[in-house]
């Protein structure tokens, strides 16, 4: 069992979200003691479809020295 907040640690969400899933009928919780808690399983499924989602960006700056060596940076 997973604790939610651990759950909305890792994907960066609040846990209000995962409350709001839950009353949309995406996630399921599994009740234990009046608190809420996720399996296994759907924490695999959820986690996987994140990482899905992320997308990779790269932020590439070049400077040159002087506009001599401009050049070298269309190679």
Do not use: P, Q
């Amino acid at each position: 069992m997973i604790k939610i907040s651990i759950l909305a640690r890792d994907l960066g969400i609040y846990r209000n979200t995962l409350y709001t899933w839950h009353k949309e009928g995406k996630i399921e919780f599994v009740k234990v003691n009046k608190l809420n808690y996720l399996t296994r399983e759907t924490y695999n499924k959820l986690m996987n479809i994140m990482e899905e989602k992320k997308e990779e960006k790269a932020i590439i700056y070049c400077r040159v020295s002087t506009a001599t060596r401009k050049n070298n940076l269309k190679t």
